[in-house]
């Protein structure tokens, strides 16, 4: 529309321009042509005339140049008047356009207005549940990681071909693994007759546990296919568990066992043989009372050997009442030795006793600690030969009371060293049977330390005698754990 006004602009001015031209032209030409009648007569009519065709002629040049001048001109005004005026009508009636056509958007929109904010709503509402499925995916995914990081036992996963996908510190320490292998190569490696293929398909025929023995550690595998989202077999997890603490509690357990059934089995058989000579045959009353005596000492044996195990159970089970107390370890130790003075003086012994100046109150459970000094001094006498000598010391040393007790007798084996503590445990078991021991009073006397925050140290050589050194807590011990536990 705009550029129509501007071609009609251009065409009025150019028409205008013509039409005065050709008036001005015209007019012109009319007056030369009058001027021929009145031209002077010495001129010959002729040459008027060629005068007259030559200026009209000019006269007609010029009026076309000066035509095409002019509308070269008109054009030059159409444009500048086009630029000047009509183009920021065009921009406005441009403006109006848009707006309106807005308008109509608008209002045609206002119809499926709901529809759309609908749909931007069910839009944000799945990204932000996409969200939080990623960031629950990530965050299962890396509590997964962490646990199988600083999980005791070792966990390898192995894909179809053997290939390992994951694998933790554990796994690396147990088998030794410095670097990737598959899973033929980690287990032909220890001998373990197992196939990738018989665990994955089938697994309810195959054995799925296997156990070996790596250095000194007994290490138990167990075998398990896992499946991928389509319910297809994607690979094999293998738990790698370190059972060597297992493996010897439970040979502990069953030798303990033996050991009770052994101990309890002999002295009963001797009362059982001779209750049964007493009732069957006529004996004297000098055979009668030894048979009876004998009796009486297998019984004592079995209540003494009763009364240890019932105690070592209570400790196991906790069900020993601890009550700690502050008390003189010096007047404690003196006070049993001089309990076993007569015992000493059966074997001819020479024993002597010496407590330090200054030792601190002990803090600790004073019947457990008295039983403790009780079965080691026992155990000295019963293993130091007649004339032996026996010698017990009574001090402090840092923050801890000490018992020394040293004696001269038979020792103890280099080898024997770290299992005394064993329960039912003998260097020479027919001699510590004949001499009533049970095996245990060394068990009891730690038991009794650790349940008292104490210990209890043997150092030995066969042959030249034994020193046991026991260590209690004493009563500023106790005062400075009050207050670093209330700090």
């Known amino acids: ?238 738990v790698i568990q370190d059972i060597t603490e297992q493996v010897k509690v439970d040979t502990m357990r069953k030798r303990f066992v033996a050991d009770v059934s052994h101990e309890l089995k002999t002295p009963i058989t001797s009362i059982m043989g001779y209750a049964d000579t007493l009732i069957e045959n006529d004996v004297d009353r000098e055979t009668s009372k030894k048979f009876l005596e004998r009796i009486s000492s297998e019984a004592v044996r079995m209540s003494r050997l009763v009364s240890d195990l019932l105690i070592l159970s209570k400790y196991d089970t906790s069900k020993v009442k601890i009550e700690k107390s502050e008390f003189d370890l010096g007047e404690l130790v003196k006070y049993t030795f001089d309990g076993l003075d007569l015992e000493m003086k059966k074997k001819n012994q020479i024993g002597e006793c010496f407590v330090t100046s200054n030792v601190p109150l002990v803090y600790a459970d004073r019947s457990g600690i008295e039983r403790v000094v009780l079965n080691t001094l026992t155990n000295a006498i019963k293993y130091t030969p007649e004339g032996g000598n026996i010698k017990v010391y009574v001090g402090f040393v840092y923050n801890d009371a000490y018992i020394k007790i040293i004696d001269n007798g038979i020792g103890i084996p280099k080898e024997d060293l770290d299992k005394i503590f064993e329960r039912f445990y003998r260097v020479d078991k027919a001699r510590t049977r004949e001499m009533g021991g049970t095996g245990l009073g060394l068990s009891i006397a730690k038991e009794i330390l650790d349940q008292n925050n104490g210990m209890i140290d043997i150092k030995s050589e066969q042959g030249k005698g034994t020193e046991v050194v026991i260590r209690i807590p004493t009563k500023q011990e106790k005062i400075s754990k009050e207050k670093n536990t209330e700090e």
């Not at 032209?25 to 009145?38: A, M, P, R």
């Not at 070792?154 to 071909?161: K, L, R």
Request: hydrophobic share 45%; proline share 1%; charged share 25%.
């Open 1 to 238: 529309m705009l550029k129509n006004i501007q071609i009609k602009i251009i065409l009025a001015f150019s028409i205008i321009g013509i039409v005065v031209i050709a008036t001005l032209g015209t007019l012109t030409i009319y007056n030369l042509e009058n001027i021929n009648d009145e031209i002077n007569s010495n001129i010959s009519l002729q040459e008027v005339e060629q005068i007259v065709q030559l200026q009209i002629h000019e006269i007609k040049i010029i009026i076309v140049l000066s035509l095409i001048v002019f509308i070269a001109l008109m054009i030059i005004i159409g444009i500048f008047i086009s630029k000047s005026l009509i183009m920021p009508i065009s921009n406005l009636i441009k403006s109006a356009e848009k707006a309106t056509k807005s308008e109509k958007y608008l209002s045609e929109g206002n119809k499926n207005k709901n529809e759309i904010d609908n749909l931007v709503s069910a839009f944000d509402s799945m990204n932000e549940e996409l969200k939080e499925n990623l960031n629950e995916a990530t965050r299962q995914r890396k509590q997964i990681e962490t646990i199988l990081l600083h999980m005791t036992d070792g966990v390898i996963a192995f894909n179809m071909q053997g290939n390992i996908i994951h694998i933790n510190t554990a796994a690396k320490t147990f088998l030794n693994l410095d670097e990737e292998k598959t899973f033929e190569e980690i287990f032909n490696k220890y001998d373990v007759d197992i196939n990738l293929e018989k665990v994955v398909y089938l697994d309810n025929l195959a054995s799925s546990e296997k156990r070996l023995t790596i250095d000194d550690r007994i290490i138990n595998l167990l075998f398990a296919p896992f499946k991928n989202e389509n319910d297809m077999p994607s690979g094999v997890i293998v």
